[in-house]
DNA sequence: TCTGGGGTCCTAGGACCC
DNA sequence: TCTGGGGTCCTAGGACCC
């Protein structure tokens, strides 16, 4: 199993477009106003070294790279480059399993897996202009994490070989899967180190974590896993729109107008998927950070816009306190999965307008 | 340093049924 | 007059990832 990953996707594709800022402090979030509320979805390396990360708000990027170029994100670009660059991958030969813009895993049976990872990456520098780096692993976990270890722009081999070597002494939290939360609470059972984990009681982990999650954390110390490849195309369970507005506000009229307008562009994505809706919800963040949600199933599924946003701003009316600041407001619609045995949910367009 | 947006999957509790 | 045990469905929330 191969994990292919771009360096600094979002950045390097902003500098392909604009050369004049190769190798300068590139930070991409929001619409690119750093006084905005927002966050760095990516920072160019030389930012990074400013300290600038992603998921931090633009403010204080700002604040620590004041000589930053700021840009806004552009997903639709985003998608037509990162088309190519899989497009690239599936030129190789090996089975792509897409799990984001920049990165997928891809299965190959080779010899010399080195060497492969070496030509992917110059094909797809050759064709794309984009840096890559490629992990190699006996699984989709091991694969994964050697990614890690192989940028910028390199290559490195992670398997149960090395596995303890590379991995024991390191904190829990570095693994794919396990985030702060976690950490903390395995942190609270004396479990710190991978080491620690992959030698951890099953049953403690499974009274803290639950018996699923408590055997898949397990496994993950020991960097045990699925290493099977799956290019079959992802079928979405759902569609969402959110926005954190600029300043919060209130009142049922700016509710209803938030509602309609998320609806609309949730509807957009729905449309051309193709599958009816069954299931409606809403996410509510009030001041300052208080968040909640609340879904109902639709009677029946059902192609009529009208239908759905009436849906939507019902559960609004229900739900959402008017009362009160709100900081955030985000819609979501499921819709109806093919039941799995060859059969699928016809696609047709939606009715009606909204 | 006041904390985006788009997703997925798992768990837990209550309703409801037999 | 109070209540077992198993199963499923629905909803809310939590955690994680890019």
Do not use: C
Not at 63 to 88: I, K, N, Q, W
């Amino acid at each position: 199993v191969l994990h292919v990953d771009l360096d600094e996707f979002v950045a390097a594709v902003e500098v392909l477009r604009r050369p004049e800022l190769a190798g300068r402090e590139v930070v991409v979030g929001g619409r690119g106003d750093p006084t905005e509320r927002a966050v760095v979805s990516t920072a160019s390396y030389a930012a990074r070294e400013r300290g600038v990360r992603s998921g931090m708000p633009l403010r204080t990027a700002a604040r620590r790279a004041p000589d930053a170029t700021f840009l806004p994100v552009d997903g639709e670009h985003y998608t037509a480059v990162s088309g190519r660059v899989m497009e690239v991958l599936r030129a190789t030969g090996a089975v792509v399993e897409v799990l984001g813009w920049d990165e997928a895993f891809l299965g190959v049976d080779v010899e010399d897996p080195e060497s492969f990872a070496g030509r992917v990456r110059a094909d797809v520098l050759a064709a794309t202009r984009l840096h890559s780096s490629v992990g190699i692993g006996d699984n989709r976990v091991r694969a994964k994490m050697a990614t890690g270890f192989a940028k910028p722009r390199g290559v490195f081999r992670l398997t149960a070989e090395n596995w303890v070597a590379v991995m024991a002494h390191r904190p829990v939290r570095e693994l794919w899967g396990v985030g702060a939360k976690v950490a903390a609470r395995l942190g609270g059972l004396g479990i710190r180190t991978v080491a620690d984990l992959a030698a951890a009681d099953p049953a403690v982990l499974a009274g803290e974590l639950g018996p699923k999650l408590g055997r898949w954390y397990g496994s993950l110390g020991r960097g045990e896993g699925s290493s099977v490849v799956d290019d079959t195309p992802w079928v979405p369970r759902g569609h969402s729109r959110e926005t954190t507005f600029q300043r919060n506000v209130r009142g049922p009229e700016a509710v209803e107008a938030a509602l309609r307008e998320l609806t609309a562009g949730v509807l957009e994505d729905v449309a051309a998927d193709g599958r009816p809706v069954v299931r409606v919800g809403l996410k509510i963040r009030y001041a300052p950070f208080e968040t909640t949600t609340r879904s109902r199933g639709l009677k029946a599924p059902t192609r009529d816009r009208g239908e759905v946003l009436d849906a939507v701003l019902a559960l609004g009316a229900a739900s959402v306190d008017g009362e009160r600041e709100l900081r955030l407001l985000g819609v979501r619609v499921e819709m109806q999965m093919p039941r799995g045995d060859g059969d699928p949910v016809e696609r047709t367009p939606l009715r009606g307008r909204v």
